[in-house]
């Protein structure tokens, strides 16, 4: 059984440009998330969607936008992209949206914006 | 919002000793609480986790436990082996890690001396 599956793994811009990162979960999971993680920190929760719904959003500015697709793959969508938003991008999947919410995370996709 | 602090930043320990990582949180409704483990240029793993109904929970050479009252919870790995080491976060959430997400540690260097 495949695991989390994330694309591209690799990719480059420069400032001011649009970046689409994807995500397909483990089989029967509806629920994913993303993360971002800066160079020596912690992920840092993003959004998080069940059911092709938005049930959470973190502390993210509004260019930073995702949806869910009827196979529960997902994408992650960030304008107007600054320096800043160099980083690693992490999805992760599960089951549900609340209780026994056991996370598992796919290997992510690096952005390097320059 | 929920603040996760993790000390230490970096601990060594001679293999086959024991080490400890700590996690202090600040919301009081934070109820489920997990460890993962990532090693150089890979996924988050995760290595145990717990809820805020037990106070202890064991897997083989690894434990956590849990303080609800002062609001910090430990993780701890005995006998430990060269293959433990890479970078632990800990991490809460109120959700089961999914409508608020889960707040992540800045995470530990597990060092482990041969």
């Known amino acids: 059984d495949a695991g989390v599956t994330q694309s591209p793994t690799h990719l480059i811009k420069t400032r001011g440009q649009h970046v689409t990162l994807r995500c397909s979960p483990i089989s029967g999971h509806k629920s994913v998330s993303w993360y971002q993680q800066v160079l020596g920190q912690g992920p840092q929760f993003i959004f998080q969607y069940y059911e092709k719904e938005e049930r959470g959003r973190g502390n993210f500015p509004d260019r930073f936008s995702a949806r869910q697709f009827p196979n529960y793959s997902s994408e992650l969508n960030v304008n107007a992209l600054l320096l800043g938003d160099s980083a690693l991008y992490l999805c992760?999947?599960?089951?549900?949206?609340?209780?026994?919410?056991?996370?598992?995370f796919g290997a992510g996709s690096r952005l390097t914006v320059l | 919002g929920e603040n996760v602090e993790q000390h230490p930043s970096t601990l060594s320990v001679q293999e086959g000793d024991s080490a400890v990582i700590k996690c202090t949180y600040s919301?009081?409704?934070?109820?489920?609480f997990p460890w993962y483990k990532q090693e150089l240029g890979k996924r988050p793993q995760l290595i145990i986790d717990i809820r805020s109904n037990v106070g202890e929970k064991k897997d083989q050479r690894i434990a956590v436990t849990l303080n609800k009252t002062a609001k910090h919870f430990s993780l701890h790995i005995t006998e430990t082996q060269p293959e433990d080491s890479a970078v632990y976060f800990c991490?809460?959430?109120?959700?089961?890690?999914?409508?608020?997400?889960?707040?992540f540690g800045k995470g530990t260097h597990l060092i482990i001396q041969p």
């Open positions: 991490a809460a959430s109120s959700a089961g890690g999914g409508a608020d997400g889960l707040t």
């Open positions: 919301d009081s409704a934070s109820n489920y």
């Open positions: 992760a999947s599960s089951r549900r949206d609340s209780g026994a919410n056991v996370l598992t």
